[in-house]
């Protein structure tokens, strides 16, 4: 389904007041999508709660005018016929009834409806995430567009419809009371509609600059989310306490609410009293009916009952009015903030055709050809014109500085990012072509900054293969081969021991420890045929890591292996290095050919063998 572009600030403010509408179609849609049987009985008691109140206005002219009739047969014969009278207050007494039913019923649909739009549109948003490719989430904009989506867009979509469900009951009331209206004057119909107007317009000025408040301080309301984080969260309570950090985060945070809330009460100030000003011409406009109907009944013009039933219906009227041009302006502010929503859940992302289940050239390995790649705003590309190859069965070692390109080299390979320039194959295939199911099957991955999930011990070690998730046995042949079956079997409750601390008897494990859960993790992998270490080693010392080297050699003999380590006694180990500097390979080849280069990497390795001298 297509829909019209949003208006923009160029627009006559017309266009852009109708513009914003185009989402109502949208939330009409979902309301629909998530429950058929509660929006029917929605929008059926709607109808039903619309038509009712004229019915209750036309009864009470006739009580009060049977009134009038049984008090002169009264005073003319000494009594009188009441029964007409009671059965017309017993027949308002059931239409009133059943308008507080239709009310309740719409109450009850409107709490189940946002119970499960609030869900679905979580989904939505959840699910959007999951088709979303790295680099969105290392861009600030995009977090900003997130923030807006999730911060109300699950609960707009439900106001929409409501509103949009009460303009209708509205305006089926208006009708209605138009209907009877009109009989005293069509310029009373005409007054009651005007009168709510004015109002109406300050409504709809002050929720498009809240609107547009909103948007302008998404990163502001970023890093208030972000210190409350940082406050609160147990992998920053150390720093924050050593470091004396939380009156100076405190501080920054109650300055950017006093900086919003200011912004806040300046437009709630004007907001307020525009509207009670405006407000004020819709009183006026009330009173001088009540006073021309007043005076048509002193007149002889209209009888009693039909006096109380215009002033019921221009009062009720007036109501509907205020509350169908309420209605109006919410639904246009509603509206804005579904852009918020849309706006994330259209953001565009590359696609990859690939299809591909194989390469032709299995016995080739991976290769770069001139790849480049550039981070989003940076003037300096991060990799430029790496070239490499890596056979089946050989092992190769990425050395240099921090920054210089290693790891984003390792995104480029397992398709987080895309290069810019040059090609990666697969076993002859460029991996644009492979299908990324299939391609992330054939690698298993440890970056150094692997996630720590507030999980059971066996489901971290799980997460390295969906399909075998919840699979014990699986869970216990990884931890074998990443060497992690030895402590895991001292915890309390073995591989169903929660880790972390955000939930009951969490238990946290050394940074050695959660390695070798990283490294079980890639094994879960068994189909995997290229393995990628980024510092798979870090917070281990000497002993250990050699030991787990050796026992991953051993164990990695027919696959490809890429490592990334700073301790060149692991990296020498490797059947070929890669130095990197500034993003371009600068030297390769074996540790001895470095060696005889007497190059950067000769300079570095015997730097750091001094060190241990």
Same mark, same amino acid.
Request: hydrophobic share 45%.
């Given at each position: ?268 100030? =004007? ?170 099957? =054939? ?63 969490? =238990? ?106």
């Amino acid at each position: 389904m297509k829909y019209p572009p949003l208006a923009t600030d160029h627009d006559p403010p017309a266009k852009r007041f109708l513009g914003v509408f185009r989402y109502s179609q949208r939330a009409l849609h979902l309301v629909w999508t998530t429950s058929r049987k509660l929006a029917l009985i929605f929008a059926f008691l709607t109808v039903l709660a619309g038509v009712l109140p004229a019915a209750v206005a036309w009864i009470g002219q006739l009580i009060v005018d049977g009134v009038v009739a049984a008090i002169g047969q009264y005073r003319q014969f000494g009594q009188a016929d009441t029964s007409t009278v009671l059965g017309l207050v017993i027949a308002e007494a059931s239409v009133v009834a059943m308008i507080a039913a239709a009310q309740r019923g719409m109450s009850t649909c409107q709490a189940l409806l946002r119970a499960l739009m609030g869900q679905r549109i979580n989904l939505m948003i959840l699910e959007k995430a999951l088709t979303l490719q790295l680099c969105h989430f290392e861009n600030s904009e995009f977090y900003d567009k997130l923030t807006r989506a999730r911060r109300e867009a699950s609960t707009r979509p439900l106001s929409l419809v409501t509103r949009t469900f009460g303009l209708v009951q509205n305006g089926i009331s208006l009708m209605s009371y138009a209907v009877l209206l009109v009989q005293f004057s069509p310029w009373a119909v005409m007054i009651l509609v005007a009168g709510g107007i004015p109002e109406f317009l300050a409504e709809a000025k002050f929720s498009g600059d809240k609107f547009r408040l909103f948007r302008w301080r998404s990163p502001e309301t970023r890093m208030q989310m972000y210190l409350e984080t940082v406050l609160a969260r147990e992998d920053y309570a150390k720093e924050v306490k050593l470091f004396r950090l939380g009156s100076t985060l405190l501080n920054r945070y109650q300055a950017i609410f006093d900086k919003l809330f200011a912004e806040d009460r300046s437009l709630t100030l =004007r907001r307020d009293s525009w509207g009670f000003v405006l407000g004020l011409l819709g009183t006026a406009a009330f009173y001088g009916a009540y006073a021309w109907i007043a005076f048509a009944a002193i007149q002889g013009q209209i009888s009693l009952g039909q006096m109380t039933m215009y002033l019921l219906l221009f009062k009720q009227g007036q109501s509907s009015v205020s509350a169908s041009l309420s209605a109006i302006s919410g639904m246009y502010e509603d509206n804005l903030y579904l852009s918020n929503l849309y706006e994330y859940l259209e953001q565009p992302v590359q696609r990859s055709d690939g299809a591909r289940q194989q390469g032709p050239a299995p016995a080739d390995g991976i290769r770069f050809e001139g790849v480049t790649f550039w981070y989003p705003d940076n003037d300096t590309p991060a990799l430029q014109q790496v070239s490499l190859h890596l056979k089946p069965g050989t092992t190769l070692a990425l050395v240099g500085e921090n920054g210089s390109g290693k790891t984003t080299l390792i995104k480029l390979l397992t398709r987080l990012y895309r290069p810019d320039q040059g090609r990666i194959l697969l076993d002859g295939l460029d991996l644009q072509d492979w299908d990324a199911n299939a391609l992330r099957d =054939r690698i298993g991955v440890i970056f150094q900054d692997f996630g720590r999930y507030q999980f059971i011990v066996g489901e971290n070690i799980g997460a390295g293969d969906v399909g075998q998730f919840d699979n014990r046995q699986s869970w216990k042949r990884a931890a074998e081969k990443g060497m992690a079956n030895d402590f895991i079997d001292r915890l309390p409750h073995g591989y169903d021991t929660q880790l972390g601390k955000w939930f009951k008897d969490g =238990r946290e494990l050394s940074g050695g420890q959660w390695q070798k859960i990283a490294l079980s993790r890639a094994f879960m992998r068994t189909q995997a045929d290229l393995l990628v270490l980024d510092e798979p080693t870090a917070t281990m010392d000497a002993a250990a890591e050699a030991e787990i080297f050796a026992h991953f050699r051993e164990l990695c003999r027919d696959k490809m292996t890429i490592l990334i380590s700073h301790r060149f006694s692991t990296v020498r180990m490797a059947d070929q290095i890669a130095v990197i500097d500034k993003g371009r390979i600068v030297e390769q080849g074996s540790h001895a050919e470095l060696i005889d280069l007497d190059g950067q990497y000769a300079y570095l390795f015997s730097l750091q063998a001094e060190g241990y001298r």
